[in-house]
């Protein structure tokens, strides 16, 4: 017999969907409003701007015509930015005048390269994070507390470049354990590969590792206060029990969501870590294209990994609501 | 394992003496021996960045045959490729560091901070756009906005000033924002319109000293943040310009030197580390003045 008529399993998600795309949908659009913009503020014609270093190139005054009758820019700037809108929509991001190949191409085709990076940086940090956050909250103020804080705080200042700038000192040069740079695709060589991703995977994991055990330390002594966990001891429950079933149960959750905006964060971390390893993802597409002032590429990677952040964090806030049904009761209050 | 349940028991409300909070919340604020600590960490920064240049060798000053030495009398730090005082530059470089960092960051209080109060106290539709507008801006992550707006804008020294305070901007305005949420139903505030104090007045008047403290946590720690961002910036050549050092060209050098003189490569990566550590320590502690229940979970925003 069920004592609470709660059959919202199946009906929480399409309000929850409903109105999450509500919130994620004009946030994509002011951001984009933001990268329009921002590249408006560049000195010099738009279309200039946008053609870089394709001026130099017999033709350029047609390229340079047909592009401004293109862009519009003999319209108001709002149907100006409406036109741009447009052509993002479309999966339009313009053409790299360093490749002469289309935007969304380059960043399709580096995207993978960069994911790997992010996900073998933070999937081992997420699980060093849990451990390590848990084993110090359950004794504060105990030795390997002060260990792991202090070690958390180094975590969090030492520079994330400077870090991989040691890594390969100590690692590539000094030692050779492990190739100092460079990278090769899987489909050549696994264990190439796997080598090659070694060293910048350990500079954002040091980072990450840093902060998600702070977090789950915080949390874990927050939960370790509440008022469940006291009667769960009144009743006999054994701690580690109450623990693994409901201490870290609870907190999982937040821990999704952090680890979320975490693995945004990252894709601004792997410029500086793809620029020292010349690790060929989009963080190197994106220096290189600052330095040949590529804009459409620089446009193109800033709003993709914008959607990315959005979309991670609306998948996160999905599957906290998922492990937690309390929080699905708190569908469309004011956030 | 019976250190959860003694962990519980100190966490009881009422087991832990709350007598640090009669206090005003400020005095609290550094009533923490961690506090303690990060000032007086800061404050030795400070000193080396204030009093570096009165009392060490110029640090434009150019010694060829001196290049590349490790620490000496004559060099405490040693000396870069040009044979120019290591020790002297990291001071110049902190120097820079710490007033862009303290500058772009007060300006994103400034502007985040009235942002947040009127979104927190104002009606639902303004609350509403004003989060959203937050929400784009925090859609970025912090070094590729920064970076893209320096590309935009140009290299220099103002134009990364402008991008961290626009990239700082959303977490003041985040906190302003959720502690008005909270005053709007306090009994004081409701007290203060009930007699009729103008709304504008009851937000700065009223509401401003209470978001204060938890001001103070996130004012340290972004500087601390702007310092690694401006590093970064400078490090990949869109900050701060040769000849003038900083912190982070000065690591972009060191690149090139890698193998055959990696001495170069730690100090000015030291004296980042100490700075921002110093940063997050004094945040670190003024939050568990504030809060002592809770062990420093300062990444939550």
């Known amino acids: 017999m069920r004592l609470t008529p709660r059959n919202r399993g199946s009906a929480w998600w399409p309000r929850w969907l409903g109105l999450r795309l509500a919130q994620a949908i004009p946030v994509l659009l002011l951001a984009s409003v933001l990268v329009f913009g921002v590249t408006r503020l560049s000195p010099g014609d738009p279309a200039t701007v946008q053609l870089g270093m394709r001026l130099q190139r017999p033709g350029a005054e047609q390229a340079l015509a047909a592009l401004r009758n293109e862009m519009g820019l003999d319209k108001p700037i709002v149907a100006q930015y409406g036109i741009w809108l447009g052509h993002v929509a479309r999966g339009n991001l313009g053409t790299s005048a360093r490749y002469g190949s289309s935007v969304s191409s380059l960043i399709a085709q580096k995207f993978p390269i960069t994911l790997e990076l992010i996900l073998a940086g933070i999937v081992p940090a997420v699980i060093a994070a849990t451990l390590l956050g ?15 804080n202090g070690f958390a705080l180094f975590g969090l200042a030492v520079p994330t470049f400077w870090l991989a700038l040691l890594l390969l ?9 492990l190739p100092a740079s460079g990278y ?4 050549t ?38 008022e469940y966990v006291r009667t769960a001891i009144a009743k006999g429950m054994a701690p580690r029990r109450i623990l693994t079933r409901h201490v870290m149960r609870n907190s999982l959750g937040p821990l999704v969501t952090v680890s979320a905006l975490e693995f945004g964060t990252l894709f601004g971390a792997i410029v500086v870590v793809e620029e020292i390893f010349r690790w060929p993802g989009l963080g190197l597409l994106t220096i290189d294209a600052i330095t040949d002032r590529d804009f459409p590429v620089i446009e193109g990677v800033v709003l993709t990994v914008a959607a990315i952040v959005v979309l991670a964090n609306l998948v996160a806030d999905g599957t906290n609501m998922m492990l937690n049904p309390r929080v699905r009761d708190t569908v ?3 956030t | 394992m019976t250190d959860v349940a003694s962990n519980v028991r100190v966490a009881v409300p009422g087991a832990t003496t709350d ?13 923490d021996p961690v506090a303690i600590a990060g000032l007086i960490a800061v404050g030795v920064v400070l000193l080396i960045a204030v009093a570096g240049p009165l009392v060490l060798p110029d640090p434009n000053a150019i010694d060829a045959p001196a290049a590349l030495q490790g620490p000496s009398g004559a060099h405490l730090l040693g000396t870069d490729p040009f044979g120019r005082d290591l020790l002297s530059r990291v001071a110049e470089g902190l120097r820079t560091s710490l007033w862009l960092s303290a500058l772009s960051v007060g300006a994103a209080a400034l502007i985040g901070v009235p942002l947040g109060l009127i979104a927190g106290f104002g009606g639902a539709v303004t609350d509403a756009v004003i989060a959203r507008v937050l929400d784009a801006v925090l859609a970025f992550p912090t070094l590729l906005l920064a970076l893209f707006v320096v590309a935009a804008l ?53 509401a401003l000293p209470n978001v204060l403290p938890p001001l103070l946590v996130q004012l340290s720690l972004s500087v601390g943040f702007a310092i690694l961002a401006e590093a970064g910036l400078s490090f990949l050549g869109l900050g701060v310009r040769p000849p003038q050092a900083a912190l982070g060209l000065m690591l972009k050098e060191a690149q090139d030197y890698v193998s055959t003189f990696p001495w170069y490569s730690i100090v000015p990566g030291v004296a980042i580390m100490l700075a921002v550590g110093s940063c997050m320590l004094l945040g670190e502690g003024i939050d568990r003045g504030l809060d002592p229940k809770r062990g420093g979970g300062f990444r939550e925003r």
Not at chain 1, 213 to 223: L, N, Y
Not at chain 2, 21 to 28: F, V
């Open chain 1, 134 to 148: 848990t084993a110090a909250a359950k004794r504060p103020g105990s030795p390997l507390d002060l260990a792991v």
């Open chain 1, 169 to 177: 000192i100590v690692f590539g040069v000094d030692l050779r354990w």
């Open chain 1, 184 to 187: 090769t695709s899987p489909g």
């Open chain 1, 189 to 226: 060589s696994i264990g190439d590969n796997l080598r090659h991703l070694v060293l910048p995977a350990a500079s954002l994991f040091i980072y990450e590792v840093a902060i998600l055990t702070r977090f789950v330390r915080a949390k874990v002594i927050e939960q370790l206060g509440e």
């Open chain 1, 332 to 334: 469309g209050r004011r």
């Open chain 2, 19 to 31: 007598a640090g909070r009669q206090g005003s919340s400020l005095r609290l604020a550094f009533a």
């Open chain 2, 154 to 206: 140009g290299p220099g020294v103002a134009h990364l000033a402008i991008a961290l305070a626009l990239v700082f901007m959303p977490y003041f305005a985040r906190l302003a924002r959720s502690e008005a949420q909270e005053l709007r139903t306090a009994g004081f505030v409701e007290a203060a319109t009930a007699y009729g104090t103008p709304r504008i007045k009851v937000l700065f008047s009223v």
